[in-house]
């Protein structure tokens, strides 16, 4: 999986592609981070992407040029290298909601470009003209499109077979299967008054699994009761899921 990220902060990269499970995943060349600083299209002294916005108010709006050259020579390094270009994907609080669905999806890209927006807006005319998709982390703003872009991009190498040490781990995370993630313990067996339940001691594999599903079904309806109302229109709750749900009511 390839990402071209633009973002006048490329050192804030090195977070992810440094450190844990994305930074292995970098250096086993299962996924490649190629980073680009508009600030090097840009053709004034003074390298400037950025200016005051039309009609007056506060923040500065980032130069419609700037980004726009910095995706043809993107693209145009994709074609030297026999790479199909995925999608742009500016980051920015008008976006759709990012989800593990959409991790999935992009995954079969192959390659994704990155906007990373910075002040108060980007120009209207490169979003109408180059992007593709805006994504959002949530309700909420930050200063940048950098810690959403890295979110995005840890989401999805988690995906990539050999990302990680077992690959069950990924298919058991929370969303995978429309749920929330069951409760996990590890030794020592007991911790204050507290004790690891003991189906999970037992080592009946059958049980562990009916036990898990249930607190999985449990939890997601207690704290994101929406999710349960998706994954039964997606028919992804079995007849004893339904009966366990209706017995908590």
Known sequence: MRFDVVSIFPEMFSALTQWGITGRACEQGLSTVSLWNPRDFSTDSRKTVDDRAYG???????????????????QAQHQLL????????LLAPQGKT???QIAADILNYGNLTLICGRYEAVDQRFIER?????LSLGDFVLSGGEIPAMALMDAVIRLIPGA?????????DSFMNGLLDYPHYTRPEIVGN???????LGGHHAKIMGWRRQQSLALTKRVRPDLIESAR???????EDEQFLHSLA
């Open 130 to 134: 180059k992007v593709d998709l805006q």
């Open 98 to 100: 990012f989800s593990q």
């Open 164 to 172: 990680l040490g077992d690959q069950e781990s990924a298919a058991q």
């Open 56 to 74: 007056g108010g506060p923040g500065m709006v980032m130069m419609a040029k700037p980004l726009e050259d910095t995706v043809e020579a993107i």
């Open 82 to 89: 026999d790479i199909r270009s995925g999608p742009i994907c």
């Open 194 to 200: 507290l004790s690891v339940p003991d189906v999970l």
């Open 233 to 239: 229109a997606k028919g992804l709750l079995s007849q």
